[in-house]
């Protein structure tokens, strides 16, 4: 296991990346590159069978029959068809996406395969817009953290949606946002400055980088209280 003990620095200081977002509101901006969606998908379900990756994902975030199940930015449905048969009738799993049109694609797939366990619903770059229920036993975010552009707000939207054992579960690369990765260290301290404490951290070199999974910890804060990253030279 790597690092519980991951040390982010996250000094609340000014912004360095750019200003602070009209629509921000009262959160913070990210201090650092977002990355611009460029595909639905982030290789060939094939080639990720053949590395059994969403087979050890599962495993190592503990998602077994009966749970509820959130895959956010869930484009192809690479996960959301794997999660449906793991959790079984008696679980549910809910595939969000911001894109209509990949939504749409979703959907009909969903309804081809007949997966009665599936419900898909359109976010928004902000807000997954998940039921605030505290129903969900894991949020997968799969190769799609460093697209969201507000990252405060959107832990921040999540929290009510989590059992008191949920688990929100990220896969990435270690490389910068830019490049279509999150750095250990940015991911830790913009979980940490929402109220998250990280769980588990492990090297997944079948999805491409690593997996990270976080638990809500103590009230949820105030979005103007929320102080954002920024990582040290």
């Given at each position: 296991?790597?690092?519980l003990?991951?040390?982010a620095?996250?000094d609340?200081?000014?912004?360095?990346v750019?200003?602070?977002?009209?629509?921000a509101g009262?959160?913070?901006?990210?201090d650092?590159?977002?990355?611009?969606?460029?595909?639905p998908?982030?290789s060939?379900?094939?080639?990720?069978?053949r590395l059994n990756?969403?087979g050890?994902?599962?495993?190592?975030?503990?998602v077994?029959?009966?749970?509820?199940?959130a895959?956010?930015g869930a484009?192809?449905?690479?996960?959301?068809?794997?999660?449906?048969?793991?959790?079984g009738k008696?679980?549910?799993?809910?595939?969000?996406?911001?894109?209509?049109?990949v939504?749409?694609?979703?959907a009909?797939?969903?309804?081809?395969?007949?997966?009665?366990?599936?419900?898909?619903?359109l976010?928004?770059?902000a807000?997954?817009?998940?039921p605030?229920n505290?129903?969900?036993?894991?949020?997968?975010?799969?190769?799609?953290?460093?697209e969201?552009?507000?990252?405060?707000?959107?832990l921040?939207r999540?929290?009510?949606?989590?059992?008191?054992d949920g688990q929100?579960?990220?896969?990435?690369a270690?490389?910068?946002?830019?490049?279509h990765?999150?750095?250990?260290?940015?991911?830790q301290?913009?979980?940490?400055?929402?109220g998250?404490?990280?769980?588990?951290?492990d090297?997944?070199?079948?999805?491409g980088?690593?997996m990270?999974?976080?638990r809500a910890?103590?009230?949820?804060?105030?979005?103007r209280d929320?102080k954002?990253c920024?990582?040290?030279?």
């Amino acid at each position: 296991m790597a690092t519980l003990a991951l040390l982010a620095a996250c000094d609340g200081g000014p912004a360095t990346v750019r200003e602070k977002p009209d629509d921000a509101g009262p959160f913070p901006a990210a201090d650092r590159p977002v990355a611009r969606i460029v595909s639905p998908r982030w290789s060939t379900e094939e080639a990720r069978d053949r590395l059994n990756e969403s087979g050890e994902v599962m495993d190592k975030s503990g998602v077994t029959k009966g749970m509820t199940v959130a895959d956010i930015g869930a484009g192809e449905g690479y996960y959301t068809i794997r999660l449906a048969s793991r959790v079984g009738k008696d679980g549910r799993v809910l595939a969000e996406d911001i894109v209509p049109e990949v939504r749409d694609a979703l959907a009909q797939r969903v309804a081809r395969d007949r997966l009665d366990n599936v419900s898909v619903k359109l976010g928004e770059p902000a807000n997954p817009k998940l039921p605030d229920n505290g129903s969900f036993d894991r949020v997968l975010m799969v190769h799609m953290y460093h697209e969201i552009e507000q990252p405060y707000e959107f832990l921040w939207r999540i929290r009510p949606s989590l059992k008191p054992d949920g688990q929100i579960v990220v896969v990435d690369a270690n490389r910068p946002t830019q490049d279509h990765g999150t750095p250990p260290k940015l991911l830790q301290c913009e979980f940490a400055a929402v109220g998250y404490q990280l769980v588990a951290f492990d090297e997944m070199p079948s999805a491409g980088g690593y997996m990270a999974r976080f638990r809500a910890v103590g009230p949820r804060p105030e979005p103007r209280d929320i102080k954002a990253c920024r990582l040290g030279g």
